[in-house]
Every structure is written in C-alpha cells, then in structure tokens.
C-alpha cells in the first residue's frame, strides 16, 4: 500500500456576506492545489456564528462557487450541524486532561488583565484554574458556569513550515490557554476549525494570511486530540490599486458583481490565478493548464494588486477566443437581466461571434445586441441627427427597396446588394451603412452591415428601414 496520504484540502468560508473575490481566489488555489496532486477539494461552511451568519450568504457563497466550477467533491459540511460532535471532543479532552474547566468570572478576568496592564505585562490569562501536578485549585464559586479552556503546552516552539510564507515559529510561551467552550457550552471558532480539519482527514489547508496567528493554537490542539497537523498555506491579500486592503470602496469585490460586470467565469478565474502567481510571462491558462501548472509554492509572499484593466482584458481575450456555444447561456442570463428575451431573434452563439471583437464584456455586448432581440427604444440622439437626415433617409428609402425584393436573405447577398447599392449611387460605403446602423440598431455602432443585416433579419430590417426613413421626413417619428 502506498504510504502517501492522498491531498485533500478544503475552503472554509464564513456565511457573512457575498463570497469575495479574495476568497475565490482562495478556493481557487485550494480547488487547484487537490486536482494537481490527485485529491480531493472539500467544502465547509463555517457558521457558528450565527448573529452574523445568514442563509442567504450561504446562498452566495454557493451561487458564486458554482458560477465559478469550484464545487465541493462530496457534500459540504456545515458546522452549525456538528455540536454533537464537537461537544464529545471537549468530553474527550476533559477526561484526558488536555483541557480544563476555568470558573474565572468576567470581572475576575478584567481585573487579571488590569493587574498586568500596570505591571507593564502582555495581557493573558494566568492559568489559575489550569490543573498541575501538586497544585491546589481555587475553590469553586457558586452559579458560575465555567468555559473549558484547552491545556496549552508552556514551553516550547511550534513551527509553521508555511508552503507560501516559509518557516514561522511561535513561542508556546506567549500562547495562552484558549476558550475552547463557552459558559453555554457552545465551541469557539478555533476549536471547531481543529475538530473538522481533523474529520474531514484535510491534508493541506490553503486560506487567507489574516488566520496565521490562529495557526499555532490549532497546531497544539491537534497533536493535544493525537492528529497530525496539516500543512498549511497562508496567502497573502488582495490590495486595491492604491494599496489599501481591497474593499468596497474600491467598486466590485463580490463575485456576483464580477458576473453583473459581464465576466465570464473562467476569465475571472484565470485573473485571479494570476494574481500573485505566475508561469513565465504567460497571462492566459485554460483550466487543465492552471491544475497542471499551478504551484502553491511560487505563489508571492507579498500581497498582490487588483487591476481592473487587466481583469476586463482577461475577459475579451476569453470572449475572443471561447467557443460562442458555450458563451451563450451567460449571454443568455444578461439580456434576460435587462428585460430583454433572446428567444426572439438570432441564435445567441451568431451574435456573440459578430460581436465579440468590439466587445469587452458581456455587458458591453448585450447593450451593443439588444437590438437583435427588442425593439429599439429610440436613436441615439447624436448619430441620428448625423445619419438620418433628408438625405439619408433617401438612401435608406432606395435600399429599402431593393432589399424587399432581394431573392436570398444571406449575408453574401446583402453584402452584395449594399456594395452594389453604394457603387451604383457613387457614394462611399460610410454613407449607406452608417445610416443603416442607425436605423437598424438604434446608434452608429454595430457588426458588418451584411452581418447585422442577416442575424436581424429580412423582416426587422425592412420595418426599421421604413421607420428611419419616416423618421428622416419629418421630426418626432421615433421609430
Ligand atoms: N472561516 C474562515 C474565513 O472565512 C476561514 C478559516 C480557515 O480557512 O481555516 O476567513
């Protein structure tokens, strides 16, 4: 049998808003580092909280991970379902002596810690309910209900061979013995986190650098519960463009948002690996290039800057280059958001081919591809007052005409009909066109004319040109 136990890592979001971007990135790395070593990526919602915890944020985190295909491989565990469990932990421990009950009450403790404040001393708890070998504990008061506190070791260093950050040690000494348990009963956060890494057999924990500290406390409770402690992974935050932290303020910070923006989900992904990562000069990985290639190890200690430029440039590289078919149902879900349904008109992928060169996002494009799909709410002020003037509005009068009567509805038929239609009159192709895009598409701005003729079809085209053509004769006609 092999003795190399397989990786498994997981993503442990706490349910109190959207899902950050920064977190995806976390689950990215966490989700990338399993699939390179052959393991399993696992999901764990860490809601003890619960005056800050919310379904509905649990909703988004999930909404936002299966946006991005970073889905558990097994059932997501969820804390708030493991009382049971943990409480039989802190039995365990009890009975083994690794923790102890501590009957301090809270003016007990505030007074401790002023005592140390004036002696100039860190602020801790003193161990006075910490059961040794010949010592005589305080006597037990009435009507207290006492918290459990874990036996933290006093001597010694625990080192962190962190796979991003490098070796971190830490002295047990200024380690005191954490509140696994409070006077209710119910488990602290750190405690919890150790119980289920241990469960749920996590090999490699990969998560935000704000958790360092809490890493030798969950260290020494783990070995206390006799597990062995993963390796873990702290990775450094996402900065805003000016070096502070990356919040709100600096405009989208949830993944959602980034959809609402018009990303595509494997774009974002690939900006955010990026992000504090690279392989050579390369900017673009497909997924399987990304679990082949990503190395957690490589990954900057120093926090990396969000670019929203180069994020949106990601997005058009990926809108460029992805097979339109599988664009569709995100296009799809963005002119449904503006009221717009795509089952009248032409075939999403055909749109998304045509446009996807002008196109930065799918936001740009399905402002830019309403008009397939909905009638137009008016003109462009400035680009009518440019295009659909008397004379082109005899210009699209005269082609209306010979597009009525045009055999073949195809675009190398339009794009023949036009050409011939510009020729024949002896003006340049600007002239006829730009008209035509007002009249068809709202604004001076779309694909080729014998593209956006075609996907728009004979019908919609024939009654915009008659609209435009109204309109150019006399003012108010909107179409
Ligand atoms: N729930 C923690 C957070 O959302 C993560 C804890 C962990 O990964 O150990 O920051």
Same mark, same amino acid.
């Not at 405009?251 to 609402?260: D, H, M, P, S, T």
């Given at each position: 049998?092999?003795?190399?136990?397989?990786?498994?890592?997981?993503?442990?979001?706490?349910?109190?808003?959207?899902?950050?971007?920064?977190?995806?990135?976390?689950?990215?790395?966490?989700?990338?580092?399993?699939?390179?070593?052959?393991?399993?990526?696992?999901?764990?919602?860490?809601?003890?909280?619960?005056?800050?915890?919310?379904?509905?944020?649990?909703?988004?985190?999930?909404?936002?991970?299966?946006?991005?295909?970073?889905?558990?491989?097994?059932?997501?565990?969820?804390?708030?379902?493991?009382?049971?469990?943990?409480?039989?932990?802190?039995?365990?421990?009890?009975?083994?002596?690794?923790?102890?009950?501590?009957?301090?009450?809270?003016?007990?403790?505030?007074?401790?810690?002023?005592?140390?404040?004036?002696?100039?001393?860190?602020?801790?708890?003193?161990?006075?309910?910490?059961?040794?070998?010949?010592?005589?504990?305080?006597?037990?008061?009435?009507?207290?209900?006492?918290?459990?506190?874990?036996?933290?070791?006093?001597?010694?260093?625990?080192?962190?061979?962190?796979?991003?950050?490098?070796?971190?040690?830490?002295?047990?000494?200024?380690?005191?013995?954490?509140?696994?348990?409070?006077?209710?009963?119910?488990?602290?956060?750190?405690?919890?986190?150790?119980?289920?890494?241990?469960?749920?057999?996590?090999?490699?924990?990969?998560?935000?650098?704000?958790?360092?500290?809490?890493?030798?406390?969950?260290?020494?409770?783990?070995?206390?519960?006799?597990?062995?402690?993963?390796?873990?992974?702290?990775?450094?935050?996402?900065?805003?463009?000016?070096?502070?932290?990356?919040?709100?303020?600096?405009?989208?910070?949830?993944?959602?948002?980034?959809?609402?923006?018009?990303?595509?989900?494997?774009?974002?992904?690939?900006?955010?690996?990026?992000?504090?990562?690279?392989?050579?000069?390369?900017?673009?990985?497909?997924?399987?290039?990304?679990?082949?290639?990503?190395?957690?190890?490589?990954?900057?200690?120093?926090?990396?800057?969000?670019?929203?430029?180069?994020?949106?440039?990601?997005?058009?590289?990926?809108?460029?280059?992805?097979?339109?078919?599988?664009?569709? #149902?995100?296009? =799809?879900?963005? &002119?449904?958001?503006? $009221?717009?349904?795509?089952?009248?008109?032409?075939?999403? +992928? @055909? %749109?998304?081919?045509?446009?996807?060169?002008?196109?930065?996002?799918?936001?740009?494009?399905?402002?830019?591809?309403?008009?397939?799909?909905?009638?137009?709410?008016?003109?462009?002020?400035?680009?009518?007052?440019?295009?659909?003037?008397?004379?082109?509005?005899?210009?699209?009068?005269?082609?209306?005409?010979?597009?009525?009567?045009?055999?073949?509805?195809?675009?190398?038929?339009?794009?023949?009909?036009?050409?011939?239609?510009?020729?024949?009159?002896?003006?340049?192709?600007?002239?006829?066109?730009?008209?035509?895009?007002?009249?068809?598409?709202?604004?001076?701005?779309? #694909?080729?004319? =014998?593209?956006? &003729?075609?996907?728009? $079809?004979?019908?919609?085209?024939?009654?915009?040109?008659? +609209? @435009? %053509?109204?309109?150019?004769?006399?003012?108010?006609?909107?179409?």
């Amino acid at each position: 049998m092999s003795a190399v136990a397989s990786v498994v890592t997981r993503f442990a979001p706490s349910p109190t808003g959207f899902l950050h971007i920064g977190g995806a990135r976390t689950a990215l790395f966490s989700y990338l580092y399993a699939r390179r070593h052959g393991g399993r990526y696992l999901l764990r919602i860490e809601d003890t909280d619960r005056e800050r915890s919310t379904d509905e944020a649990v909703r988004a985190i999930f909404d936002g991970l299966d946006w991005l295909g970073l889905v558990s491989d097994v059932e997501p565990v969820f804390q708030t379902q493991r009382f049971d469990r943990y409480r039989e932990v802190i039995e365990g421990m009890l009975e083994a002596g690794t923790a102890y009950h501590c009957y301090c009450t809270k003016e007990e403790l505030d007074q401790m810690r002023a005592a140390q404040m004036a002696r100039k001393e860190k602020p801790r708890y003193d161990g006075r309910w910490r059961p040794e070998p010949g010592k005589v504990l305080p006597e037990r008061p009435e009507g207290v209900q006492p918290v459990v506190r874990f036996k933290n070791p006093l001597s010694g260093e625990v080192l962190v061979d962190d796979m991003i950050k490098g070796p971190i040690s830490f002295q047990n000494e200024e380690l005191d013995d954490l509140i696994i348990a409070r006077g209710d009963g119910t488990p602290t956060y750190n405690f919890c986190v150790v119980v289920d890494d241990m469960d749920m057999d996590i090999t490699h924990v990969v998560r935000g650098d704000d958790h360092v500290n809490n890493t030798p406390r969950q260290i020494n409770i783990l070995k206390a519960l006799g597990a062995e402690p993963p390796a873990y992974a702290h990775v450094p935050m996402i900065l805003g463009a000016d070096g502070v932290k990356l919040s709100k303020r600096h405009g989208a910070v949830g993944v959602i948002e980034y959809r609402a923006l018009g990303f595509l989900p494997e774009a974002l992904l690939n900006y955010l690996v990026r992000l504090g990562w690279s392989h050579g000069d390369q900017e673009l990985f497909s997924r399987q290039e990304m679990v082949e290639l990503f190395d957690i190890s490589r990954v900057q200690k120093a926090p990396a800057r969000f670019d929203m430029e180069k994020a949106v440039w990601v997005n058009h590289q990926y809108l460029k280059s992805a097979d339109p078919v599988h664009v569709a #149902p995100e296009f =799809d879900w963005h &002119l449904r958001r503006v $009221g717009v349904d795509p089952a009248h008109g032409p075939a999403l +992928a @055909a %749109v998304i081919e045509a446009q996807r060169e002008r196109c930065k996002t799918l936001v740009e494009m399905t402002e830019k591809s309403k008009f397939f799909y909905a009638e137009l709410e008016g003109y462009n002020e400035k680009d009518a007052a440019k295009h659909l003037t008397a004379e082109g509005g005899a210009v699209l009068d005269a082609l209306r005409e010979r597009l009525e009567v045009l055999p073949q509805w195809t675009a190398p038929a339009l794009h023949e009909a036009v050409n011939g239609f510009a020729e024949g009159r002896g003006l340049g192709l600007g002239k006829v066109a730009q008209p035509i895009r007002v009249a068809v598409a709202g604004m001076a701005i779309s #694909p080729p004319i =014998d593209q956006t &003729l075609f996907l728009l $079809g004979r019908e919609r085209t024939l009654a915009r040109l008659a +609209a @435009a %053509v109204s309109y150019c004769r006399g003012p108010g006609a909107q179409p």
